[in-house]
């Protein structure tokens, strides 16, 4: 008999189906024994109304996977309306050990070092694939919004000769004697491929040597860039920025409403057509006037200002989403792009969602000889491991821009999380490399 | 002026358009001068017709970066049967370095050396770029099929604790003064993730530090995964690895018509709705019967006896595609699962294109205890770096298997490249880290 998946077996009352999946639970209710099959789309409910299929079952524990052919009834009382009755079990996996903690309560009650030390089955709760399906979901509307602008996918090598972007805070790599390093985002490619494409994207792992030991630091996580040509300035960029947020918004209510109800999201993100901007030190001087902090000056706003912003846009604007913009070229890298009108400040934004930054994006600049002034100006003298990305410069490249979002702290903001190891399907930190 | 993409210019005769790209040709013919602007999705030829023009334009070297507003004529003896006259131009950025090599001829001429040092430029030729529209379209199209069939996408990490799939050939990393290393594959955590998720795939980088340096084989790669529970055995894995197949070919056809003409491929692979399959003794008794050599008892094939076997798929069964099963379990990896009828052969198999290899795949071992058997045949004695990977197993995993393409191989099998490195944007290899 073909397996059916649990949704499916509502649609067969009166008929014998097979069902298979992890014993979820097991109970004997005055009586009656059920049973909860979990498969991957769902559960459904087993009578164990036979004295052979109840002796069958006795020793099993939970995950044991089976298969189960029974008659479906219709029964009021049964979760979904619907149950499995004279069933006949086939045991495929048994399990002889006790979980390190159960999955079968609609709560996962497990601390996070223990939740993170036996993720692989920690993972099969079902609010916590739940979460998991969400990220897959806000991959497919990153690149589906982007499919639909004329973006082309591009996958650029993690493996790096130079630590270059930044100089700092890279893992090195043992690469056949030499040294290499694993690249901190594919920035250099990606504007490198405006060159040949004019407009791409990439979803794939960078690497962050950050000893930080803090609630929203991993050292590995998931990058979704974005780089394209032909702009007018950043204003073009955070446009582009702003439809990817909706598109994405957009897709997971389309695909993906059973994950939000099942995480408890009533209600998604407010994300307007046009989202708002405010310039940075227009900012704070609004922090100065509405909350009576002076930061002027201050070359980069702390998280306290952000919180502030996000309520500010949320109560004039109804946006969760909020533009900052113009941040001081001073804490920007070297191949931002200066605001021409008022060169101390930059054509770069973060866009911050509910008051934290969750996406970093700016025009770039690109005529060579500025890249050139830019690194002398960082001190640079020596152009060799900049030589390839500057190749490029070098052979004409069009104004261009582009951004990045972390996938995990878009999964951690949008679901309130508050460790972005949540967030993370096997996250890599100070202290852990496995499972 | 909104600026419009070359294939739209068509659209607009009688009218003025603003176009922008990259200098392709400048070239004077019988007093009459041309200019051909190359942007993302084509060119379009510019007439030079006034004194002013041609003097603002005699210096620029191809490659420059230029905007470009004129009327659009109807010519016949143009290319595309449209130019664009009495323009006005407007350099976005200047060049002033002559190129590696012409990007304007029809094939790009370079030696295979220099054209990857000089890559960052090279791949603007538009046969290099199509080709890799074309990488972009398969990733598409894998994942497009892959969803179609209720498959999850994942991104597990690349930086892990141990060397545990093969035990060698694998890159170390200084993580925080301990020493990890890079994944040589998704494999483990495919397979974990299957009793999540029950169907997963994965695109994304893997690390082979194999010192091999040959035309077929780079240090780092783009890997297509896939694994999927509730199997019979691994024919339901081959199943899906063909309907993956037909998938892409399918996607490529549908999205990808004008970067297939350019690369001169004129007819598509033939995947017929089901691939014809030969069981690995029975593939070597026919290359005795039909080539006269005689390799039974080898415990693999050789490159020849697959070029064969692919020459008969074709003329026996008029496919492009042949899977040769049951490999012996000696040369497959110890989560491979036996033949249960002939267990000195495996449930696995590889998926051969035009007589070479190409996908890797099979049924998996799914019980707790037969991996602890096969652990041991390995003389693994310690099995403190499989503890995380044996955990899914003690807590119930179903029978699965699934399955690996390469996405660089399948780009030069399909375009029949003589280097893989030419299939792969910035390729790494033994003498090769940059760009």
Known sequence: MERIYTPEVAHHVGERVRVAGSLHTLRRLGGINFLVLRDARGTVQVVVDTAEALASLESLLPETVLAVEGLVVAEPQAPGGIEIRAPRFEILSPVRAALPFSLNKPALKASLPVFLDHAVVGLRHVQRRGLFRLSAGIMAGFRATLDGLGFTEIQTPKLVASATESGANVFAVDYFGQRAYLAQSPQFYKQIMVGVFERVYEVGPVFRAEPHDTVRHINEY????????????????????????????????????AELETLGVTALPVAPAEFPAIYFPDAQELILQRWGEDCRGEPDLAPQHERWLGEWARTEFGSDFLFVTGYPMGKRPFYTHPNPADPAYSNSFDLLFRGTELVTGGQRLHLYQDYLDALARQGVTDLKPFETYLEAFKFGMPPHGGFAIGLERFVMQLLGLDNIRLGTLFPRDLSRLAP
């Not at 073009?236 to 997971?252: C, K, N, P, T, W």
């Open 222 to 257: 998931v990058s979704l860039d974005a780089e394209f040509g032909f702009i007018r300035d950043h204003r073009d960029v955070m446009a582009v920025a702003s439809a990817v947020m909706r598109g994405i918004l957009a897709y997971l209510q389309a695909h993906y409403a």
